[in-house]
């Protein structure tokens, strides 16, 4: 049986996608009422999606899913909201250090310190980067995995560990 059970996938979907529309949409409305200056801009908004979200990995389908609709959300959505004066940054990290990945029992790399991913997304938001995906190894093995041939890649994905279940 799959690691994530159908009750974790629609958590994990609930959090990690409608989380974000709830948050996202509301705040778009709140800055729209902004008055613009033509210069200035309206409000600027940072989505958390991850390098997870640009393979699905058998490890973690669910994750790996609900951080590329998020991604792929707020790619569309920073067209969209240029037209009205506010920013969209879709910050796609790798592995960071935090409670989340203090409880993955297999390598993670190129794992950060906290502090540093969050001096690197302040220093690219601040420069309204488009997607902020780091570390630049990483993003580089995400990329490769992309436009490899996706039998190969299956192969390569399939030997990846799983995610240890939270229930089953």
Known sequence: PPSESQSQVERILAVNVAGVVNTVFPA????????????????QIAIMSSLAGFRGLPGAPAYGASKACV???????????????I?????????????????????????????????IIARRLAKDR????????LWAIVWLLNVLPVGLTDRLVARMPEKPAAER
């Open 28 to 43: 778009i409305t709140e800055m729209r009422k902004i008055p613009r200056d033509g210069v200035t801009p309206r409000g």
């Open 71 to 85: 991604r792929s959300l707020g790619e569309g959505l920073r067209g969209l909201c240029a037209r009205h004066g």
């Open 87 to 119: 920013r969209v940054n879709v910050i796609c990290p790798g592995f960071v250090e935090s409670p989340m990945t203090d409880i993955n029992p297999y390598p993670m790399p190129f794992l950060m310190p906290a502090d540093k991913a969050a001096r």
């Open 130 to 137: 488009a997607r902020i995906a780091f570390p630049w190894r």
